[in-house]
């Protein structure tokens, strides 16, 4: 009897200490209206993709909305970002969630009467892109604002990333079936309707007004002040080289999956879903592995490691024709992604200056999503040209090189985090 009460008592304290942020009532709130949020904003990125493939059958146009749901954040981040210092976070975040609501019913109402038109979804794609180029960098930004003590940052950033990616394994899944049962068209509109989970919750936030900034200097001066630092920081710099390899070659796998989940794998859009929401159990063990992490020392060398497994997995799924095969090598590419981002995430939040933290997080957001779009339209070409298969594999190719390259800056980046690391008073310890 001791033993197994020995054993409760370990098993409920690594429980309390993976949750321990969500005793933050702002963050828990959050958390619980994105939870629901997400499922819908995932189920429609399903909806999307097989709507246009259904409409057109043409991969380049598949490219073509990832490249204008997301370019904006690649052309507006860099000044969202100073916004994200100057503004209200918290009032900010609620415009942006209402006007991504709005652009859901628009669509749903479209599609489920029938008279979408695929100049339509490019032009609502591209709306929301710029919905999202104002709300990534300033929703990375209010993270901080909803965890009082600092030391819980890094695990809050993984929990959000547990509810991103439970939210990825839910939606797909759900998706694939409300498609094959009712068509696109209720995929928007329950997307639509998860949006006031959130809304909701941010309403009933209690948020300590933070000094905003004055809006007196040039916002070019400010934007250059960023790029300055982050330039001028090397560990900065390195982590949004990866992600931006990763966003370009890696990512247009998910664009692409369409055509594996049809025409290589031979299934339907149930197919899709699963295939997408086998990436996203791979994403979630990542993301409770972070969880469970009480520090970010050793995330240094995660990231390249992780980034080797992602482009592994890439490689090794674009020469699957077995269907189980592919939803297990999937399992493998979630979990490098998710890996790669939220270590990355977790560094960058540590190691910033709060003055710039909304810029630098809105690199980040570039180098994550705003590049993703020109990945996007470069798949979707190479696959009209060489096919999506190798087209996948030359992509799991360069992230390995590019984790190579990260590999052997790893003794410079641990020199120079180390002394901020001791300055915030996390472990002083010679190991990153």
Not at 123 to 151: C, H, T, W, Y
């Amino acid at each position: 009897m001791t033993n197994n009460s020995t054993r409760q008592q370990n098993t409920d304290t690594r429980f309390s200490s993976i949750i321990r942020s969500l005793r933050h009532r702002n963050f828990r709130l959050f958390f619980g209206g994105q939870s629901i949020s997400l499922i819908g904003t995932w189920m429609q990125r399903i909806a999307m993709g097989w709507l246009i493939y259904r409409l057109t059958n043409s991969a380049f146009l598949l490219g073509l909305i990832g490249f204008t749901s997301q370019i904006p954040i690649f052309i507006l981040g860099p000044f969202t970002g100073v916004f994200a210092d100057r503004w209200n976070r918290h009032r900010a975040i609620i415009i942006t969630q209402i006007l991504a609501m709005i652009q859901a019913f628009i669509l749903a109402a479209l599609v489920l009467s029938g008279i979408i038109k695929i100049w339509q979804i490019i032009g609502l794609s591209l709306a929301l892109g710029i919905i999202n180029a104002f709300d990534m960098p300033i929703r990375q930004s209010f993270m901080v604002e909803m965890i009082e003590e600092k030391q819980d940052l890094g695990n809050a950033i993984a929990l959000n990333s547990s509810m991103v990616n439970s939210a990825r394994l839910l939606g797909p899944s759900a998706a694939g079936i409300l498609i094959v049962l009712t068509g696109e068209g209720i995929c928007f509109l329950l997307n639509a309707l998860s949006y006031l989970a959130v809304i909701i919750s941010l309403f009933l936030m209690t948020i300590t007004p933070r000094e905003s900034k004055p809006g007196d200097s040039n916002i070019w001066q400010e934007l250059a002040t960023g790029i300055r630092y982050a330039a001028g920081f090397e560990p900065i710099w390195l982590i949004l080289l990866m992600m931006a390899v990763m966003s370009i070659m890696g990512m247009p796998y998910t664009v692409l999956m369409p055509i594996f989940a049809r025409d290589i794998l031979h299934g339907g859009p149930d197919a899709l879903g699963f295939l997408m929401g086998s990436t996203g159990v791979g994403a979630l063990a990542g993301a409770i592995y972070l969880a469970s992490r009480k520090s970010v020392l050793g995330l240094g060398r995660l990231i390249p490691l992780a980034s080797a497994i992602f482009g592994s997995g890439l490689i090794i799924f674009s020469f699957s024709h077995i269907y189980m095969l592919s939803l297990a090598i999937l399992l493998f590419v979630g979990l490098g992604q998710m890996l790669q981002m939220a270590a990355s995430n977790s560094v960058l939040q540590t190691i910033v200056e709060d003055d710039k933290r909304g810029r630098i997080m809105s690199f980040y957001t570039m180098s994550f999503m705003g590049l993703t779009p020109v990945g996007s339209l470069l798949g979707g070409t190479l696959a009209s040209k060489i096919g999506a298969p190798w087209t996948i594999c030359c992509g799991g190719i360069v992230c390995i090189i590019a984790a190579v390259f990260f590999l052997k800056k790893l003794p410079v980046f641990r020199r120079l985090v180390r002394p901020i690391y001791k300055n915030l008073g996390i472990l002083p310890t010679d190991s990153l």
